[in-house]
């Protein structure tokens, strides 16, 4: 059974940054997509962006580019989004997700982490 763990977020100020984590056990990591998700309070979920199982191909959602980078470390079956320039609006719960050999971009994940709070605030 996968198991998604989040690590990582928190509160800074604007224009901090936070690097948000993302393991994922109980299958080869290496055959996941990972992607990225954000809600904040009373929105809608937001499509951060995804990396491909396949080559690392990275597919951000709108707006998302350039303060935000997603990368992978199969050596370490770990995802990771670089949160940087954060504005107030990038407060959310983001979750990180998971789908086998599935194409990167929006859609349905099949396995969610738990999620972490980001909170940007002065």
């Known amino acids: 059974q996968v198991h998604l763990v989040q690590s990582g977020g928190g509160s800074v100020q604007p224009g901090g940054s936070l690097r948000l984590s993302c393991v994922l056990s109980?299958?080869?990591?290496?055959?996941?997509?990972v992607g990225w998700f954000r809600q904040a309070p009373g929105k809608e979920r937001e499509f951060v962006g995804a990396?491909?199982?396949?080559?690392?191909?990275?597919f951000y959602g709108n707006n998302m580019r350039p303060r935000f980078a997603i990368s992978r470390d199969n050596a370490e079956n770990t995802a990771y989004l670089q949160l940087n320039d954060l504005k107030f609006e990038d407060t959310a719960v983001y979750y990180c997700?998971?789908?086998?050999?599935?194409?990167?971009?929006?859609?349905?994940?099949?396995?969610w982490g738990q999620g972490t709070q980001v909170t940007v605030s002065s």
């Open positions: 997700t998971a789908d086998l050999k599935k194409l990167p971009g929006p859609g349905t994940y099949a396995n």
């Open positions: 990396i491909s199982w396949y080559q690392d191909r990275v």
């Open positions: 109980g299958s080869e990591f290496s055959n996941y997509t």
